[in-house]
């Protein structure tokens, strides 16, 4: 069974828009990891927020960690056309991944 | 290039033979994972390594597949008798291990179709 869930499934934007995507998870974690995959290619890792923190910067990317409510989200700032990817959250460490959230930013 | 490489990176094969696939992780890294993935997923855990023990393997990975990783430096990934629902991609990640921390490194993975 997946630990993570991505939501939404897919989500079409403008250039220039903000993207959010949220992750949901069922057990305790100690981290979790963003990834994004580009069509038919490997995984680029994006951000790893541990258990004790509740918000990572990096570049235009923001993510957020709620223990309690077992649950994360990534927010992609200013968004660009090379932003378009899938997107997965996976927790600790034998990933486990959603199904990812399809991002498509339109030029 | 000091990432994660993968080979092949395609292999088409029939139903019933036998394929393997090699995984060079980053150097230093002392953590080696194989997962699945299949178009519209997200890549399932398969197996993973600290060194050359293997530590860990999920119930998708049935007796007719095998990994190993013998100087724990790379690793093989044998399927044998293939089956058309084995057709995925394969992918290989790679980490240092430190704490908690377990950062994955993945490679561009091998796309295996059986026909």
């Known amino acids: 069974s997946q630990q993570g869930e991505e939501d939404p499934q897919a989500l079409s934007i403008q250039e220039g828009e903000n993207a959010t995507m949220n992750c949901s998870y069922k057990t305790s974690i100690n981290n979790l990891q963003w990834y994004r995959q580009n069509s038919g290619r490997g995984l680029v890792h994006l951000i790893l927020i541990r258990s004790n923190e509740r918000e990572k910067h990096s570049g235009r990317l923001r993510v957020t960690l709620d223990t309690s409510k077992k649950s994360s989200s990534l927010l992609i700032t200013a968004s660009r056309a090379a932003d378009t990817a899938s997107y997965f959250c996976a927790t600790d460490i034998k990933l486990t991944f959603g199904q990812g959230t399809i991002l498509t930013v339109h030029p | 290039d000091t990432g994660v490489s993968q080979d092949p990176r395609h292999k088409i094969t029939k139903r019933g033979q036998n394929v393997t696939f090699r995984c060079d992780p980053i150097s230093e890294h002392n953590r080696l994972y194989w997962y699945r993935q299949t178009l519209g997923q997200g890549p399932e855990f398969l197996t993973y390594?600290?060194?050359?023990?293997?530590?860990?393997k999920s119930r998708l990975l049935s007796d007719r597949f095998s990994a190993e990783r013998p100087k724990g430096s790379f690793s093989t990934l044998e399927i044998q008798r293939t089956e058309q629902g084995d057709s995925a991609m394969y992918l290989c990640?790679?980490?240092?291990?430190?704490?908690?921390?377990?950062?994955?490194?993945f490679g561009p993975g091998t796309r295996l179709t059986v026909l």
């Open positions: 390594f600290q060194n050359e023990a293997q530590l860990e």
């Open positions: 990640a790679s980490s240092l291990l430190r704490g908690t921390y377990n950062e994955q490194f």
